[in-house]
Each structure stands twice: as C-alpha cells, then as structure tokens.
C-alpha cells in the first residue's frame, strides 16, 4: 500500500517542531518590526505616552481579542482555519507599515497585525497542548518557544542590517520582511496537509489532570492563576518604552536598538527551555521567577549606561516564561474541552495587563523613573504573595509532569 509522509511520518515531536518553525518564520516579521516600532513611531511624533499606549493597545487586541475566538474555537473546531486567517493579517500589515509615513496609520497597522494574533493564538495553543501532551507540556511548549525566539533574534537582526544599508531608513526594513511572510504562509499550508486534525495526538484524558468541571465552569484554581498573571503583567513594561528610552537617551545608537532586541529574543528562548525543562518536574514553582524578574527590569533597563542592555535582558527572559510555561500550565489545569475557552480569558487578562503595564510604565516614565520603580516593585510583591499563598496550595495535582 501506498503512504506518505504527510498521512503516516507527523509524530508530536514533528508537528511541534514544525509549527514551531512556522513561528519562527512568523516572528522575522513580527519582531523586526516589534523592535523599531519605538523609535519609529518617534521619528513620526509619538511621545513615551503614545508609544506606551499604541504598544500596550497592541498586545491588549492581541490577547482580549482572545475572549471570542477562544470560545470560538471550542464550538467550532476550526482550528485550521482560525489559525490560516489569523496569520495573514499578520503578514499583510507588517510590511505595510513600509508604505506609510503617517503617524495614526502606522499605529493602526501595528496593532492590526495584533488582532492577527488574537484570531489565531488559541487555536493554535490548542493545537500544541495536544501534541505537546504526549512529550511533556513544559518541553512541548519551550521548544515552540525556543524556534519561535529564533525568529525574534533573526527578525531584528534583519531590520538591523536593512537600516544601516539605507542610512537608517525604515520604509525599506519593513518592506523586506515580506519574503518572510510569504514563506510562512507556504510552510503553514503544508502543515495543515499533513495534521488536517493534531486531536489525534491525545486521544483521551490526561492521566492526573484536573477533573471536568461542573457545568461547564473553569476550575478555581485557573482564576487564582489568572489573577497572579494579571499582576505580574500590570508592571511589566512594553517594549516600545524600553526601545523609547534606549533611543532618546542615546544609550544605544538608534541602529543598534534592534540588535539589542535581538539579544533579548535570544533570552526569551533560552528562559523558555529552561523553565519549560524544570516545569516538568517542578511544577508551578518555576513561576516565582516571574515577579522576582519583573522588579528587576525597570531598576536596570532604565539607567543610561550599559545596564540598560541588562533590563532589556531581564525583559526577554520573563516574556520567555510568559510566552512558554506559562501557557504550558493552562493545559494542566483545564480540560480538553474547555482549553480554547480558557487560553481566551488567559490572553485577555495577560492583554488587559499589558495596556495597563504600556500605560503605567510610558506615563510614569514621562513623570519619574524612581516612580516606575516603586510602583513596580510593590505590584511585583503582591504578585508574589498571591502565587506563594494562593496558587501554589491549589494547584492541580500531577501539574508540570511528563505523562505519556
């Protein structure tokens, strides 16, 4: 009888290391121009205020969008789709962003690429949580993470080397990110070929996951988590006020704001390794690193000398356990049934979070570094608090395990 790799040869550990090279390819685009969306915005007028609002509005469309299309995911199983349409929004508007000078447009597209990810993020994750079931969710989701941050390390390197070629011109950067938006395309096309359906991949319960709830509910412990990622997230700054500072104060030359980008991309995917391997078999203890983390990150990323580069580090080495881990653990205390739902309600927390985090971090910037500082810190401590006392006792058992 005839086969093909497309129908017999997708294991888990293949489909996660393919969709994870679909985010790579996905991410040269979207972190090229993530990484100068600050200081470009600046060329074009924005204040700290602005690009704090329009960054942290982004990430805000990206996950509360989440709320419908989680839901919609769980009654449709349209996952393919969800995921295709998603992603092409994504490849459309960042390199339109080459075509435009004018400051609301471009502010506009930035976070029409966003509302890509809101479309496709839960679909997606649903994806993986069944494929990452049977090679252990921690490691399945790192590894994604880790492919994906390779794509954030090449994505501003790119745009680098395009800005210092043109004297530092962003109309040609961003238009070159569309060879990569094609491929992604392409790539993700011969996915879905092969794995029409990844339910296959985890057939039945999870051994030691958390029962169904009742009529339909979220298990508690999913809000206690949730409330402990709303506030981590709430004094993490976006990207855009680092860059904005980086640049403004000359603390980085403007060419290579990208580059330090990179370097924090690159942190993400080994945060995520990391912490994916020990959540395996530490469970969500790993996740104090958080907070800790978070507190650090304005005392260093705001200074002017080469400490900077340090917080911006830090940064991408909690956006690394936000983006893996952190994601990992909602298969773990949700089923099946109800994942799309609840990645949906998680993003829109961590989306809420993230507006209120670009807001507070740009306009208290604006006002007073020592203000970001303490402000951080005391949202940092409580959020501590809350994982010590409230998550960690109730969390699910077996949660962070390899089963399988």
Not at 5 to 15: D, S, Y
Not at 148 to 160: C, M, R
Not at 262 to 272: K, L, P, W
């Amino acid at each position: 009888m005839k086969t093909t790799a497309l129908t017999i040869r997708w294991t888990p550990w293949r489909f996660v290391t393919a969709f994870g090279v679909v985010s790579l390819l996905s991410d040269v685009v979207y972190e090229g121009a993530r990484s100068v969306i600050g200081p470009y915005l600046a060329t074009l007028g924005a204040s700290a205020t602005l690009v704090g609002l329009v960054t942290g509005a982004g990430e805000a469309f990206a996950l509360t969008g989440r709320l419908a299309t989680g839901p919609l995911a769980d009654r449709t199983r349209a996952y393919w789709p969800l995921v295709l349409v998603g992603y092409a929004v994504t490849i459309v508007a960042v390199p339109a962003l080459g075509l435009t000078t004018a400051l609301w447009l471009a502010a506009a597209l930035f976070i029409a690429e966003r509302a890509g990810k809101a479309i496709r993020g839960p679909a997606r994750d649903v994806m993986l949580s069944h494929a990452a079931a049977a090679v252990g969710r921690g490691k399945g989701f790192a590894v994604h993470e880790a492919l994906d941050q390779a794509g954030g390390v090449a994505g501003p390197l790119l745009v680098a080397a395009v800005l210092a070629a043109t004297g530092y011109n962003y109309r040609p950067a961003f238009l070159a990110l569309a060879v990569p938006a094609v491929a992604t395309m392409l790539l993700l096309l011969w996915l879905r070929a092969g794995v029409p359906d990844p339910r296959r991949f985890e057939p039945g319960p999870r051994p030691g996951a958390a029962p169904a709830p009742p009529a339909g509910r979220l298990p508690r412990v999913f809000w206690t988590y949730l409330a402990f990622t709303v506030l981590t997230t709430a004094g993490y700054a976006t990207f855009g006020v680092l860059s904005f500072h980086l640049a403004t104060r000359h603390v980085v030359p403007a060419a290579v704001v990208p580059v330090v980008y990179a370097g924090a991309m690159a942190i993400d995917a080994v945060a995520a390794l990391a912490s994916g391997y020990l959540y395996d078999r530490a469970g969500f203890r790993v996740l104090a690193a958080v907070p800790v983390l978070t507190t650090l990150i304005p005392l260093a990323a705001f200074t002017t000398s080469a400490v900077a580069v340090a917080g911006v580090l830090a940064w991408g080495a909690v956006l690394g356990i936000q983006e893996s881990t952190m994601r990992a653990a909602i298969a773990d205390i949700v089923p099946a049934a109800r994942r799309g739902t609840a990645y949906g309600i998680f993003a829109a927390g961590l989306g809420g979070a993230t507006l209120v985090g670009g807001l507070l971090t740009g306009a208290l910037y604006d006002y007073s570094i020592t203000a970001v500082i303490l402000t951080v810190a005391g949202i940092q401590a409580f959020a501590l608090a809350l994982l010590l006392v409230k998550v960690l006792p109730r969390r699910p058992r077996n949660s962070g395990q390899r089963v399988g």
